[in-house]
């Protein structure tokens, strides 16, 4: 077994967006069709370009755990006065809860990487997967961590 592989990405993460399908009338018929909002695009390839640093010399075969620790902007009301020097206030959260949601993040991490095709084949091949999404103190971003694990 390799050792685990880890990176970090500096951005603000962003969730896979699903496609979204409409149907339009044309003619005397409705025709169905289905788009990808590519709002992710931008950051899927800040993932690329911190990832590019830590290919190895060949993907994984087997089995894989991704391990991916989110970290965005808290928002001025956990603040005290809403002023960053002046320190955060007791009650704010320290996890992130509210939308992205962690399963579109992960995909878009998880999609970013196996379009660069140097960790694994296929994005299946994760059978373990963590996800933690927090507030960051400094530096919106993300931490990676690949492994490949015991099939």
Known sequence: MTEPISFW??????????????????????VARVFDAGTAEAWKSCIAAAAAQHKPAEPIAGPVRLRICFYTQRP???Y?????ERGLRETAPHYHTSKPDS???AKAVMDALTQCGWF????AQVAVLTVVKSYADSGTGAMVEIKEVAA
């Open 80 to 84: 005290t006065a809403g002023k960053i």
């Open 103 to 105: 399963d579109n993040l």
């Open 9 to 30: 990405v500096s951005g603000e993460p962003k969730g896979q967006p699903r496609p979204r399908a409409f149907a339009r009338k044309m003619g005397g018929k409705f």
């Open 76 to 78: 001025k009301g956990h």
């Open 120 to 123: 694994w084949i296929d994005d």
